[in-house]
């Protein structure tokens, strides 16, 4: 199983970007697939989480701003990051639950003015 992230890159403070994770294989073998990050000397921090049922949850600080979707027949999960912050700065991973957990190898996210 492989999990690609891509989308990162730089953005203003307000801006959008969006993030996509492919999956080498069906997205609905996953019970769930999420998106975390992790800014410079911080811990990795929950970001989105959907089902396969696709319910959804955020985090707290990114709500109202943030998405997180699913195309199953493209085998991506995306992330819509509206009203950028600069604390929004960090590389995002994308990750799946299936028989264990799985990891992209992550996409750089920078909001600077």
């Known amino acids: 199983v492989q999990l690609v992230e891509s989308g990162g890159g730089l953005a203003q403070p307000g801006g959008s970007l969006r993030l996509s994770c492919a999956a080498s294989?069906?997205?609905?073998?996953?019970?769930?697939m999420g998106w975390y990050r992790q800014a410079p000397g911080k811990e990795r921090e929950f970001v989105a989480a959907?089902?396969?049922?696709?319910?959804?949850n955020v985090a707290d600080s990114v709500k109202g701003r943030f998405t997180i979707s699913r195309d199953n027949a493209k085998n991506t999960v995306y992330l819509q990051m509206n009203s950028l912050k600069l604390e929004d700065t960090a590389v995002y991973y994308c990750?799946?639950?299936?028989?264990?957990?799985?990891w992209g190898q992550g996409t750089q996210v920078t909001v600077s003015s």
């Open positions: 294989g069906s997205i609905l073998s996953f019970n769930a």
């Open positions: 959907i089902t396969s049922g696709t319910s959804t």
């Open positions: 990750n799946g639950a299936l028989d264990r957990v799985y």
